[in-house]
């Protein structure tokens, strides 16, 4: 795994949306697997003011919370089209439905959906301080494949700073498996603010740990990790 440490989130933001346009730049029709929560905005910002050529590329996001409505502003639908999608075309553009009556078949559905476009090229990542990866939450074991997941109280708590309040923090996501994300060519993952520091450190330890599923990361053979300065500082 290579780390980058960048002085901060300015630029570990350029940084990791320098990344992806050399991806699309070599890769037009790139298969690009998206992230949300608040780290990645500065990179999709960098992204459109570099007027970066989305028209070739398909996209397929990380995860949704379950049930949740499109139009609701805390939907990562939502997010992703008021950071990306409406100022950028994209050839095609995929996220797990959360208003789907049936949640496993739609991660079946979600599941072949990539598998049809070929696989993902590169996938973003951020980094729950839980060290959660998409919602795979820390357990005993974890899934392969897209799945429905319950979330933990401290992934609530870390969520409720975007809703009225944590009670309105829907409970259950769907979310691409430990599988889906492992599977991917080239792994990024952004991560500031000393919130994030543990989670890297332990990235970095050499031990795998199901309990904090970005340790399993340490698998894959390309990953970059983007960091700030706070975020590399656990001693
Ligand atoms: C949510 C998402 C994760 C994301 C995490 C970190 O829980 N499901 O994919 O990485 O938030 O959020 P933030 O970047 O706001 O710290």
Redesign the pocket.
Known sequence: MKKIVCKNYDEMSKEGAKIIAEQIAKKPDSVLGL??????IGLYKCLRDDNVDFSKVSTYN??EYYPISKTNDQSYQYFMDDNLFNHVTVKSMDIPNGEAKDAQAECRRYDEAIENAGGIDLQL?????NG????NEPDDQLSVGTHLVELTQS?ID??ARFFASADEVPRH?L?LGMGGIMKAKKILVVAN?K??ADVVKKMFSGVIDTHVPATLLQLHNDVTVIVDEEANSAE
């Open positions: 992230a949300t929560g608040s780290t990645p990380l995860d990542l951020g980094l729950g301080p959660h990866i998409g919602f992934t870390a969520n996501a979310t603010g919130g994030k």
